[in-house]
């Protein structure tokens, strides 16, 4: 009980960082002409900074688990502008959700109605 705890608990400096990585993936986006070493790198630092979005992402699209995480084969380095837009957009979504005190439940049911 004492790591969930840990888990819930957010500074103001972690949802400050959050929100302007978010920020950040949004100017990824939203550029004129996609930089893609600017996504391979806001993706390694989200993972690195919060890993349990991989682990909700895969739960959520191929129903893994952690034991058994999903893998599509496709590196970070090799994937294509479309699959690093693709989680991106997650990540984003993901780091908003979180910064707004969302929980893993509300973060899937969400994300589901959002994908249709």
């Known amino acids: 009980m004492e790591q969930r705890n840990n888990d819930m608990f957010i500074t103001a400096c972690d949802i400050a960082d959050m929100r302007k990585t978010a920020e950040r993936i949004n100017g990824i986006l939203s550029a004129e002409i996609f930089d893609m070493q600017s996504a391979r790198d806001v993706i390694c630092d989200v993972n690195l900074k919060h890993p349990k979005n991989v682990w909700l992402y895969n739960l959520i699209s191929f129903g893994s688990t952690p034991s058994q995480p999903h893998s599509s ?7 294509s ?7 991106l957009i997650w990540k984003r979504f993901y780091l908003f959700a979180k910064a707004a005190g969302k929980g893993v439940e509300a973060i899937e049911k969400e994300w589901r109605e959002r994908q249709g």
């Open 73 to 79: 084969g496709v590196s970070i380095d090799s994937a």
């Open 81 to 87: 502008a479309s699959n690093l837009k693709q989680d």
